[in-house]
């Protein structure tokens, strides 16, 4: 029995000291950098780390088409038709055909009611925009 409650003992010290090294491993300097360190950086142009970031891919050539631009841009609101937005699909494009083209895209150029200049496209170029309003007259039933 005695020598039982001795191996108990030694097991209870041995796994004290284990938990005592895993502490101090925990607590060593490298194990803190790794735990603190930045989960990102930024590396400028013309920096060495520059080189080794990826290429961005080329852009494609040419406009974009109409369903591209509403798809990134133009869906968002005009699916819904948030704050009052003809919806796409719907006779709202029925509607706002009559109005002429001239009349559509320089509202959407230059903004109307709650919809900002360009929508949320501030780089499509004219071109795009307009045929993504055809897009949008082209869903009307």
Not at 18 to 40: E, F, G, L, T
Not at 95 to 110: C, F, H, P, Q, S
């Amino acid at each position: 029995m005695i020598a039982l409650k001795r191996v108990a003992m030694l097991a209870a010290g041995m796994g004290l000291m284990v938990s005592a090294v895993a502490q101090a491993d925990h607590n060593s300097s490298h194990s803190i950098a790794d735990r603190v360190k930045p989960a990102y950086s930024v590396c400028l142009e013309g920096e060495e780390c520059a080189s080794q970031v990826a290429a961005a891919p080329a852009a494609a050539s040419g406009p974009r088409s109409g369903a591209d631009v509403y798809a990134a841009s133009c869906q968002a609101c005009h699916a819904v038709g948030v704050a009052g937005a003809p919806k796409f699909g719907t006779s709202d494009w029925t509607e706002r055909a009559a109005k002429g083209m001239d009349t559509l895209l320089a509202n959407a150029i230059n903004g109307i009611n709650a919809m900002p200049p360009r929508g949320t496209c501030a780089t499509c170029s004219d071109e795009e925009i307009q045929a993504s309003i055809q897009h949008m007259l082209d869903s009307a039933p």
